[in-house]
């Protein structure tokens, strides 16, 4: 296993962190010396965190017991036991989970004992997020086609912590046909596990259009066995699409009535809808936007003024989500499309 790499970004404001399948770009705000020891506490834990989900492995890709909670060795993993359990009524592992735990645990060891405004973690598009009294963080969601035009604001009362994606054209297999799903929750975690589910459930069973393989064939050592992911999704009318949406809808609103998630945006060619109460969806630029045309999410390009060429270095396949500080001048944007 190489050893974990921690680098400042270009811009000097920004930690990149790697090690393996894990990829963060860590951002804190506040006064400089608490800035920097928050990095080296983040620093600190980053060391170890892939090590100690290893060691876990085998049983972090057995599925979730509806109720039944394993008690797992790591901090991390029983971030991601903790997320998947409440959704268990399906097929889940706790590997579901796992970007958006580790964003979890590293925004917990970022932000212990320090005095900071506002501080994010985002491992591949799936960010934890820590507000201060009177901060706020805006969301940019790429789906539709206009670049990341669709926002959602997260104030310091929102229960709102964690944003997640996941479909089919992301870097983790899907057993639906949803090109994204993104998900606001309490916790990176949470929304990680749920975005997943809901993914999941943007499906026409048995279309034949729709290209599928067993799991196991491409990746032999994936959690999901032989069951069938999708691989490929060809021309749908647009009752298709809408139904397949709404199959994926009835399933958000399940989990925000269950008060697992606060809302949801579901993407497929071209078209989205929105889960979200009354209340969370005054979180959006405008009301909740109904089914609309569009591009597709994969391919979607920042909408600030930054160079090509920095915010390919940064953000080149990673996930679909990215995040605006308010300020009372906001002098930046950090998109990660």
């Known amino acids: 296993m190489n050893a974990p790499q921690i680098a400042w970004l270009p811009d000097g404001g920004r930690l990149h962190m790697n090690h393996g399948p894990i990829d963060l770009i860590v951002e804190a705000f ?146 639906g046909i949803a090109d994204a799903v993104t998900v606001l929750a309490r916790s990176a975690a949470e929304a990680d596990a749920a975005a997943t589910i809901i993914a999941n459930a943007v499906d026409l069973p048995g279309h034949a259009a729709i290209m599928r393989k067993p799991a196991n064939e491409l990746a032999p050592d994936t959690d999901l066995g032989a069951l069938p992911v999708t691989v490929g999704v060809g021309e749908l009318s647009g009752s298709e699409i809408e139904r397949a949406l709404q199959r994926g809808l009835a399933a ?36 909740p936007p109904p089914l609309r045309g569009g591009g597709s999410c994969v391919d979607a390009a920042p909408s600030v003024d930054l160079p090509r060429s920095t915010w390919e270095a940064d953000n080149a396949k990673r996930g679909r989500c990215g995040v605006e500080v308010a300020e009372p001048q906001p002098a930046f944007e950090v998109i990660h499309a």
């Open 30 to 175: 506040g006064a400089e010396t608490e800035r920097r020891a928050a990095y080296a506490q983040a620093a600190v834990r980053f060391r170890t965190i892939l090590e100690e989900l290893v060691a876990e492995l085998p049983e972090l890709r057995r599925p979730a017991l509806p109720g039944q909670p394993r008690a797992f060795a790591g901090s991390t993993a029983r971030r991601m036991e903790a997320a998947c359990v409440p959704l268990a009524r399906t097929f889940i592992t706790p590997m579901a989970a796992v970007a958006g735990s580790v964003a979890d645990e590293m925004l917990a060891a970022l932000v212990a004992g320090r005095d900071l405004e506002r501080a994010y973690v985002n491992d591949g598009g799936d960010i934890a997020i820590h507000l201060s009294p009177g901060r706020s963080m805006r969301l940019a969601i790429a789906g539709t086609g206009h670049a990341l035009t669709d926002r959602a604001e997260i104030g310091v009362s929102s229960p709102v912590r964690g944003v997640a994606t996941s479909g089919w054209r992301g870097r983790s297999f899907s057993l």
């Open 252 to 287: 958000a609103e399940d989990l925000r009535r269950r008060g697992l998630i606060e809302a949801a945006a579901l993407f497929l060619a071209g078209r989205m809808t929105v889960c979200a109460s009354d209340a969370t969806a005054t979180a959006f630029d405008g009301p």
